[in-house]
């Protein structure tokens, strides 16, 4: 066995650039599945985040189609009372116009009370956020995303300006007292704007302006997850008890379909970039049969001394796959390198998947041995006198 990997090392480097060019062809196949498999997995984690920062991982309660039934402060005490329910905000929410530093804009309006930034993941960058007594007072005053101070003041602190809000056909003005920014911002920047800017008002001012005195919904953030399923059908047990008609929708499940989805698309992906791992494996065949016909000589006279076909395989399948490793090591090292400085550039963490690098190195390993299968098993076929008569 000494042998035969003192001669794969010596063939190797027999004709240099040859080499040296195959094992490139192989690195650049496995640095394509890596890098783009590596970024698929670091964009879903990324989309991920966002959608929990969204409160993606709640359910959220609303009134079925036709009921006559309203969501109240007695239905949000119920459900604030299951077990497995950690908080639970009520939930308001229109598309509107409004007026901001004399430009019009277009936000969607949340109503909201003081938990949240329990259900949903709002980083306070400026100022605060809504408080019981601006919910119990109906303080005019609201919270807004910083992508709308950077829009019109060129800056993020804006505590203190106001912005009007035409909620139920009656322009409101509101104080802005914090500026925060979530999940919803990066979503905006990658959609081009399409999602409207965001401003949280108390649900109590909405409910007078709208002269309601219910919630559209209420959203219900989980205590544990993986118990969502378990959880919404308390829910419903819940506030069935009086034959409501109220639905639970799981945004989890939503969250893991768009998962599968984005699963699906970097394996697509992955599958394309692959391609160039079966043109890598065709690259290594040529190689190895020039390497036979080169070696015909050699292989005559190894065998009129002894040296068996099994040698002869065994040697050749070798140095194809010393091919294969040398150039699977170097791409995934240039993969992973590519994938962080992307990632740096985006101002995403990168992490390192080992297990998609073993994988795609078995896979390499596979390619390379397939395609080394038939240069030698021609050289272990070629018969010793007819090898040293044709050298």
């Known amino acids: 066995m000494t042998d035969i990997i003192r001669s794969g090392f010596r063939c190797l480097f027999r004709s240099k650039l040859r080499s040296f060019l195959t094992i490139a062809g192989i690195a650049v196949g496995v640095m394509s599945v890596v890098v783009v498999s590596s970024i698929g997995e670091i964009g879903k984690a990324s989309i991920n985040s966002e959608l929990s920062g969204m409160g993606m991982d709640s359910l959220v309660v609303s009134v079925q189609s036709g009921a006559v039934n309203k969501l109240t402060e007695e239905e949000l005490d119920r459900i604030k009372s299951i077990d497995t329910v950690e908080n639970a905000m009520p939930l308001m929410s229109i598309i509107t116009n409004g007026e901001i530093k004399n430009d019009r804009v277009t936000v969607m309006a949340w109503g909201v009370n003081e938990d949240a930034d329990n259900v949903i993941d709002l980083e306070v960058t400026h100022g605060r956020l809504l408080?019981?007594?601006?919910?119990?007072?109906?303080?005019?005053?609201?919270?807004?995303?910083?992508?709308?101070?950077?829009?019109?003041?060129k800056r993020t602190n804006i505590v203190g300006k106001n912005i009007t809000i035409n909620i139920g056909g009656m322009p409101t003005e509101f104080e802005v007292v914090g500026v925060v920014k979530n999940g919803v911002n990066t979503l905006q920047n990658m959609l081009g704007g399409f999602i409207p800017d965001f401003v949280y008002v108390p649900y109590s001012v909405m409910q007078s302006s709208l002269g309601r005195d219910n919630f559209d919904q209420i959203t219900v953030k989980l205590e544990d997850v993986s118990r969502s399923a378990e959880t919404a059908a308390a829910v419903e047990t819940v506030l069935s008890a009086d034959g409501s008609d109220f639905s639970v929708d799981n945004l989890l499940s939503q969250k893991e379909k768009m998962n599968n989805i984005l699963s699906i698309a970097t394996a697509a992906l992955s599958a394309v970039a692959g391609i160039s791992l079966v043109v890598s494996g065709i690259s290594i065949m040529t190689v190895m049969l020039v390497s036979v016909s080169e070696r015909t000589g050699e292989i005559g006279i190894k065998k009129s001394v002894?040296?068996?076909?099994?040698?002869?395989?065994?040697?050749?399948?070798?140095?194809?796959?010393?091919?294969?490793?040398?150039?699977?090591?170097?791409?995934?090292?240039?993969?992973?390198?590519?994938?962080?400085v992307i990632c740096a550039a985006v101002g995403s963490p990168a992490a390192m998947n080992l297990k998609l690098c073993g994988t795609v190195m078995l896979i390499a390993l596979a390619v390379g041995g397939c395609f080394g299968a038939y240069p030698a098993y021609k050289a272990a076929s070629l018969n010793p006198v007819d090898a040293l008569r044709r050298e």
């Not at 007594?133 to 003041?153: P, Q, S």
């Not at 068996?308 to 490793?325: D, K, P």
């Open 306 to 340: 002894g040296a068996s076909r099994g040698v002869i395989l065994t040697e050749f399948l070798f140095e194809s796959e010393l091919i294969t490793i040398i150039g699977s090591i170097a791409g995934i090292v240039l993969g992973i390198v590519i994938s962080s």
């Open 131 to 153: 408080n019981r007594g601006d919910i119990l007072e109906k303080n005019n005053v609201c919270v807004i995303d910083e992508a709308i101070a950077l829009e019109h003041y």
